[in-house]
């Protein structure tokens, strides 16, 4: 990480929803080495949440349950953290799903997958912001950051719905900015196709082929998405209801 950022967030309070994925996992430990104390959102992955919040510098960092089709434990989510920290600066609604399917394939992108897909997408995202507004409200400068996809602008990603998800994400950080502020500033971290482990684990071709397409050829990492949150955070307090590509410059090819 940046030197720069180091202490940043000293004394803030972050929850990342999807901590234990990929790219949550990157920002709960930059986040923590910014000074924050972080909150680990979990869904499924209690284990690796908890050994996560265990190991990051700083602290006392926590695991939570922060299932975000589900309204109720969002409530308690929020009043854990009250209880822990009696604050909370910073959301990062990182939860995500998808699945591949090839956008011609009407018939595979099912009702219950898009079900799923826009539950946890797009209305878990602002049930979280809902859950912890209250908290947000408490101290100035809070932040959400919607983690969104560069696919919401080129509709050009795993399949139709995931696409038309992040771009009605996107729409949801623009109102919820208006609605917020000014006293929460709300923006989406878009990044291109991210070099997680799953990622890796794709058919190399094909993630040649991506990474191809951007104009720097290559994919992002999860630290370059970590940096444009840190930024978000620490280094555009004027900026709310913005879209921040982190893509290579990917709709430029
Ligand atoms: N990877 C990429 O190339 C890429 C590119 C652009 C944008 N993104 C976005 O970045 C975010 C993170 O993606 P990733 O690559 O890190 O994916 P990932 O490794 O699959 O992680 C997804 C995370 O979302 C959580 N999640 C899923 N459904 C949930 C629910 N109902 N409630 C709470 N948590 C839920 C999972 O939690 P549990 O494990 O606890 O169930 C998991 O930690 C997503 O929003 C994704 O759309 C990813």
Same mark, same amino acid.
């Given at each position: ?140 400068? &809070? ?68 990474? &191809? ?41």
């Amino acid at each position: 990480m940046s030197w720069s950022y180091r202490g940043s967030l000293e004394g803030r309070v972050a929850l990342v929803t999807g901590g234990a994925g990929g790219i949550g996992a990157t920002l709960c430990r930059m986040l923590a080495e910014a000074g924050a104390r972080v909150i680990v959102g979990y869904r499924s992955s209690e284990r690796e949440a908890r050994e996560l919040a265990a190991k990051l510098p700083g602290g006392p960092h926590l695991a939570a349950r922060a299932p975000v089709t589900d309204s109720a434990a969002l409530g308690l989510c929020a009043a854990a953290v009250d209880e822990a920290y009696g604050r909370c600066d910073l959301l990062v609604n990182c939860a995500g799903t998808t699945k591949f399917v090839p956008h011609a394939d009407l018939d595979e992108l099912d009702d219950a997958l898009i079900d799923t897909i826009l539950t946890t997408n797009v209305r878990g995202a602002f049930a979280t912001v809902r859950a912890f507004r209250a908290l947000l409200m408490r101290n100035e400068g &809070a932040l959400v950051v919607n983690i969104s996809s560069i696919a919401g602008r080129t509709a050009m990603g795993s399949n139709v719905m995931y696409c038309a998800s992040k771009a009605a994400l996107d729409s949801l950080t623009m109102s919820l900015a208006r609605a917020l502020a000014p006293h929460i500033r709300v923006v989406s971290v878009s990044p291109g196709l991210v070099d997680t482990a799953f990622v890796q684990g794709l058919d190399r071709r094909w993630r040649d082929e991506q990474a &191809a397409r951007s104009a720097l050829g290559r994919l992002a990492t999860p630290e370059e998405v970590g940096l444009a949150v840190l930024s978000a955070a620490v280094g555009l307090p004027y900026s709310t209801g913005v879209i921040i590509p982190v893509d290579g410059g990917r709709p430029l090819n």
